[in-house]
Structure formats: structure tokens, C-alpha cells
């Protein structure tokens, strides 16, 4: 399993709109409202060998009102 973090920037006054969207979607776990230069933050899991640029570019940059994407990858995750 991949984990990636999606920071999304939204069209002004969309972000709560794209939340409602992102949080329906099966690969994401949470959506989170954040301060910055991006709107908000998805945690995503993906099946290995799934190619990660495929699902932001078709699914996470395709949602209604986002702008503008930037997404890491985690290596591990500490417990």
C-alpha cells in the first residue's frame, strides 16, 4: 500500500465543496482544512504499483473547483 499527501488549492470560495467531493472518494481516508498557500490536505492510500501522477492527474485534479495540486509521498510511517 502507498500513502501520498495531496495539498489542493480550490477556486476561492469552493474549498468546503471539494472537501464534500474528496472525502466520498474510496482511495482517500481524510480530508483536512489547512492554512497556507493550499486549501486543504488529503492523506490517500493507494494499491502498490498504482501509478500515483495517473490517479492525481484523472481523479484529485479533475474534481470540481481544484486549482492547482502538490502531493508527497511517504516512505514510512512511525508509530
Known amino acids: 500500500m502507498q500513502t501520498i499527501f495531496v495539498q489542493v488549492k480550490c477556486e476561492l470560495g469552493r474549498a468546503y465543496e471539494v472537501a464534500d ?3 466520498d472518494l474510496e482511495q482517500v481516508s481524510e480530508v483536512h482544512s489547512i492554512s497556507g498557500q493550499y486549501d486543504l490536505l488529503l492523506k490517500c492510500f493507494l494499491e502498490d504499483g498504482h501509478d500515483i501522477g495517473q490517479f492525481v492527474v484523472d ?3 479533475t474534481l470540481p473547483g481544484v486549482k492547482d495540486t502538490f502531493t ?4 514510512k510511517a512511525f508509530v
Not at 508527497?72 to 516512505?75: C, G, N, Q, S, V
Open 21 to 23: 467531493e474528496a472525502v
Open 59 to 61: 481523479t484529485i485534479q
Open 72 to 75: 508527497m509521498i511517504a516512505f
